[in-house]
């Protein structure tokens, strides 16, 4: 803790991008190194504690902060210390998040959280409406907050205040399980309540999207494993209706993908569908499906990040992210058209990618928990990956509509920060045992 408080006054005086970027690199590998694999249960303190779970989630942001800073190079230097600050206090709600052991705290720092996601929006976002996107996403995230905190300081009547607690509790009624599952549940987002996050994403600069898609939207998954030990018997009746709702909007949003001309808005359908395999897996309550939850949401995390990585590279070439004029990108640029085949297939779960470990446990898990729901996830997954395969072809091929000679060519930064994201979504598979 005094480290990352001591980190927030130096960031104050970085005049440099590299070196901010650097600084985190450094905070990654200091958490690698200083604390060891494990699968247990770690107490920090009184109040603080973590897990394998907690602990990857927050080396995810750590990873996610220091590629933000890659991608915002073309930012003026001349608001670099507001910038340097705000990544810093996403990495101190995100300590605060992932390694509380109060629920009280946890919802405090999960709250919080929303202030800097409306300050990047607001302040670095593209058009007038990212002040419709930021309301959206302001009215989303509160409208549950209030019955949720109400949920919790009834339950402090049984002294229940921490989250690794199993004693699971009988009392709990049809309203109690909504209100603690729903705040959680839009900003994963389930479906329905995802209408947010493509306004959220496409308003937003790339720093805002790759916040949100590769470590906000883990929060929600965060909170959906912790609140299960809370609600265990009473979601052995109700997970039906949820499950049954994720399938059936995961189907929807695949086929919305088709008719996406925007590839901010393609990308963000997209994560919803993801998202919904890891409330699948949550709510099945076994170990395939935790395991696979996990590994999909750390998979998301760098292969949706990417993706947006690539969108926002066309953008500042073409200064449109639109489907019909981002075409015949492999004509010009080659190369980058390989990283879209990368990022695509592994989006797609095309191995050796993370996700298709993920998507494989999740299968088993529905299969397990409910023998004929398997059917109607084998065909979300074909329409995954033909979305995907869409998604690259139409980008890649066709005719150009552009000038060759104003183009940009692209930064060596930019290939780095692709291949940042790459390689540990392909290649963390050599150490699964960390996950399982």
């Not at 003026?76 to 998040?97: D, G, T, V």
Request: proline share 2%.
């Amino acid at each position: 803790m005094l480290i990352l408080f001591s980190m927030i006054f130096f960031s104050l005086n970085i005049k440099s991008w590299w070196l901010a970027q650097n600084f985190f690199f450094f905070f990654f590998f200091f958490m690698y190194f200083k604390i060891p694999m494990f699968n247990y249960f770690l107490n920090i303190s009184y109040l603080f504690g973590m897990d394998m779970f907690s602990y990857l989630m927050f080396m995810l942001g750590i990873w996610i902060i220091s590629l933000v800073y890659i991608s915002s190079l073309n930012l003026s230097n001349i608001y670099l210390n507001y910038f340097n600050f705000l990544m810093f206090i996403f990495l101190i709600i995100f300590y605060f998040c992932f390694f509380s052991n109060n629920f009280i705290m946890f919802y405090i720092f999960y709250e919080i959280n929303l202030i800097p996601v409306i300050i990047l929006i607001y302040g670095w976002g593209y058009q007038y409406e990212r002040f419709k996107a930021g309301f959206y996403l302001f009215i989303y995230m509160i409208f549950f907050s209030l019955p949720f905190f109400s949920c919790l300081l009834d339950l402090n009547n049984f002294i229940f205040m921490f989250m690794y607690y199993f004693d699971y509790l009988n009392s709990l009624n049809f309203y109690y399980y909504l209100f603690l599952m729903m705040i959680f549940l839009v900003k994963m987002p389930l479906f329905l309540f995802h209408i947010w996050l493509p306004k959220a994403h496409v308003e937003a600069p790339i720093c805002g999207s790759m916040i949100l898609a590769g470590i906000m939207l883990k929060l929600g998954g965060f909170g959906i494993y912790h609140i299960l030990m809370l609600v265990f018997k009473i979601n052995l009746k109700l997970n039906y209706f949820f499950i049954s709702l994720c399938l059936i909007g995961m189907l929807v949003l695949s086929l919305v993908c088709f008719f996406q001309s925007d590839l901010k808005i393609l990308i963000a359908y997209s994560s919803v569908v993801h998202m919904g395999l890891v409330i699948i897996g949550f709510l099945t309550l076994n170990n395939w499906g935790y395991f696979g939850s996990l590994i999909l949401m750390f998979g998301h995390g760098l292969c949706s990040s990417g993706l947006f990585c690539l969108s926002n590279i066309c953008y500042l070439r073409f200064k449109s992210r639109s489907l019909f004029l981002n075409k015949g990108l492999i004509n010009i640029y080659p190369f980058l058209s390989f990283w879209w085949f990368l990022l695509c297939s592994s989006n797609m779960s095309f191995p050796p990618s993370f996700n298709l470990f993920g998507e494989l446990f999740l299968l088993i898990s529905l299969m397990i928990w409910l023998d004929y729901f398997y059917l109607l996830y084998f065909v979300i997954m074909v329409l995954m990956f033909l979305y995907s395969l869409y998604l690259y072809l139409y980008t890649q091929y066709g005719k150009l509509f552009f000038n060759m000679n104003y183009l940009i060519y692209i930064n060596l930064s930019e290939y780095l920060l692709l291949f940042m994201h790459w390689i540990p979504l392909n290649l963390i598979f050599l150490i699964m045992e960390l996950f399982c």
